[in-house]
């Protein structure tokens, strides 16, 4: 990131993922995970913190300008843990942030949704993508040499 | 073209200096008291997550997108007093 390779990031994406992984009621875990009073917040408190900070260290700690975002409990549980906890936080939280320079992060976090799998965590440039644990370039894209001058729409 | 950065990390560790302190929190913390890295800004990244974080509840509350000054105002403490 630090040396550009990806030319100017616009785009990332903060992603987790749990397919049936809420704690208490998927049969395991603390009670406190899904209590508002005590836990703040579901999955995006959970888990996606580390994601998102994860992702704004990678983008230098940008500004945050803007949030739209959506929170959902919608899928079924142990009827008796339900109500012995008193679950009330979400299983998936959801985001769209503007930050400054143009940039936006897409965010989902999930403790449970039906899907098999979502991509991790990445961020997008004009050349290339950074997803934690890996850096991939456009095929036939190398660093570019001193003179070098983008020439946009010919990637 | 791919990188396999689990497969270049022998080389990493011993080519590059300091490279054992990004191998763990614990070990990166040593090194910055060592002097030898840089600590992180753990606590400035730590309040912009916890602004996108409030401010995606903030919205699904208010149905409606949300600026950052209005997360910050709206924000309530739930720290236990001490």
């Known amino acids: 990131m630090g040396q550009g390779l990806l030319g100017k990031p616009y785009h990332a994406w903060s992603v987790g993922f749990r397919r049936r992984g809420r704690p208490w009621v998927d049969g395991y875990g603390s009670i406190h995970f899904v209590q508002k009073e005590w836990a703040a917040g579901g999955a995006l408190f959970d888990m996606g913190v580390y994601h998102i900070a994860q992702i704004l260290y990678l983008l230098d700690n940008p500004q945050v300008l803007r949030i739209c975002g959506k929170t959902y409990q919608a899928i079924g549980m142990d009827a008796t843990r339900r109500d012995n906890s008193g679950y009330d936080v979400e299983e998936l939280g959801l985001g769209f942030v503007r930050l400054q320079d143009g940039l936006s992060l897409d965010i989902i976090e999930p403790w449970a949704i039906h899907l098999d799998k979502l991509d991790g965590s990445c961020i997008v440039g004009p050349k290339g993508r950074n997803s934690p644990g890996s850096i991939r370039l456009l095929p036939g894209l190398r660093r570019p040499g001193p003179g070098h001058v983008d020439q946009p729409g010919r990637l | ?82």
């Open chain 2, 1 to 82: 073209m791919s990188t396999n950065l689990d497969a270049f990390d022998q080389p990493l560790h011993d080519l590059r200096a300091n490279a054992s302190a990004y191998d763990s929190p614990q070990q990166h913390w040593v090194a910055a008291l060592q002097g030898r890295v840089l600590l992180l800004l753990t606590a400035e990244l730590a309040l912009n997550t916890m602004l996108i974080s409030e401010g995606i509840y903030l919205s699904d509350r208010l149905g409606r997108e949300v600026t950052s000054e209005e997360v910050q105002a709206l924000s309530q403490s739930t720290a236990f007093a001490l």
